[in-house]
């Protein structure tokens, strides 16, 4: 499934509301092309999902955005300009990459004044703001070797929204949370957009993409397979689900029209894939040859069939 470039929002607009774009952008690790032809369009003010399993690129890419890996082909350009220096960068952008960003033995508050630091010292009002964000104010004082793994996530969060970064790049932030600090995860980022930032956040996670991000790339072996805002994908992947009169008949309306998907009967029970809002134009269809409606719902869709639809296997996402 591709969405209509007309109605993808990534791409309309103007360019500068457009934060992160990336064209062709491929690298390419001995045989193996890790990212082939990558062109995102990351919107201001929005949270993006960039979704992939293990392997797909999503770290490579990440690297790229940043400067730390070398792209072979293609360009990233970042707040509309192209080829900004690695210290502009990181002036306007905040990141939680893989792996630990913080030093055990010191307190949250004291390793966000580390962090503040290297970024020319932080004044103390700044440093309580973002742990009361983050949600970490009671625990501010204690060892970060004594937090939990979510705990520690929000304080690497905490750590790069400390110099007020317009862009928060997240490598898979989740990873290792149980369910709970998963949702209070996903809060803290919805949140942010609301604090006018943009959240560009890579994970493996269906679910957790689904319900955290308002835009998603869907990335496999390098290349993008969609992308587009998440409401749009799921309706545009629909299930319209009936009952009919004469369900032998309405086969042959349903595989006729131009804009259906897939048709499947069960007995007098037929599916038809389309997105909800053509429901009214089934049941004209059906009605103009005499078949009448006894039922009709759109089935409620999730990210996993997108993935499905657009990669034609089983999620492995
Ligand atoms: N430095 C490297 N040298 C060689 N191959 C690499 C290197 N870095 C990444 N790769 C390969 O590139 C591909 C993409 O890796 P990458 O780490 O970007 O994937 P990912 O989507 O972040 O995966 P994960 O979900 O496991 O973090 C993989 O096949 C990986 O083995
Ligand atoms: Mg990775």
Redesign the pocket.
């Known amino acids: 499934m591709q969405v209509a470039p007309e109605r993808d929002a990534t791409t309309a607009g103007r360019d500068g509301d457009v934060v992160l774009r990336t064209r062709g952008l491929s690298?390419r690790?001995?045989p193996?092309l890790?990212?082939d032809g990558l062109d995102l369009g990351v919107r201001r003010g929005r949270v993006y999902g960039f979704l992939?399993?293990?392997?797909?690129?999503?770290?490579?890419?990440i690297?790229m955005i940043f400067g730390l890996v070398r792209p072979d082909a293609g360009e990233v350009s970042l707040f509309g300009a192209d080829a900004l220096e690695p210290a502009r960068i990181l002036r306007r952008v905040g990141a939680v990459l893989?792996g630990p960003s913080y030093l055990p033995h010191l307190s949250a508050r004291d390793n966000l004044r580390v962090f503040g630091l290297l970024s020319g010292g932080m004044p103390p009002a700044r440093l309580d703001a973002v742990l009361e964000l983050v949600g970490l104010t009671a625990r501010a004082g204690d060892k970060v070797r004594t937090y939990s793994l979510g705990m520690k996530q929000r304080l690497a969060v905490a750590g790069a929204l400390l110099h007020d970064p317009e862009l928060l790049i997240l490598?898979?932030p989740t990873n290792g949370l149980d369910p709970a600090g998963m949702r209070e995860f996903r809060d803290l980022i919805r949140e942010l957009p609301r604090a006018g930032k943009t959240v560009f956040v890579?994970s493996?996670l269906l679910g957790e993409v689904e319900q955290m991000c308002d835009d998603v790339g869907i990335?496999k072996a390098?290349r993008l397979l969609t992308q587009g805002p998440v409401e749009q994908l799921l309706a545009a992947a629909g299930v319209l689900e009936l009952r009919v009169t004469d369900a032998d008949a309405a086969v042959h309306v349903l595989d006729a029209l131009p804009w259906a998907g897939a048709v499947t009967r069960d007995g007098d029970r037929l599916t038809v894939e389309a997105p909800p809002e053509r429901a009214a134009d089934v049941s004209r269809a059906l009605a103009e040859r005499g078949i009448y409606l006894r039922e009709l719902r759109a089935q409620e869709n999730r990210l996993e069939d997108v993935f499905l639809h657009v990669t034609g296997e089983a999620a492995d996402a």
């Open positions: 690298k690790f001995g193996r890790a990212v992939g399993p293990n392997g797909s690129g999503k770290t490579t890419t690297g893989e490598d898979e890579s493996h990335l390098g």
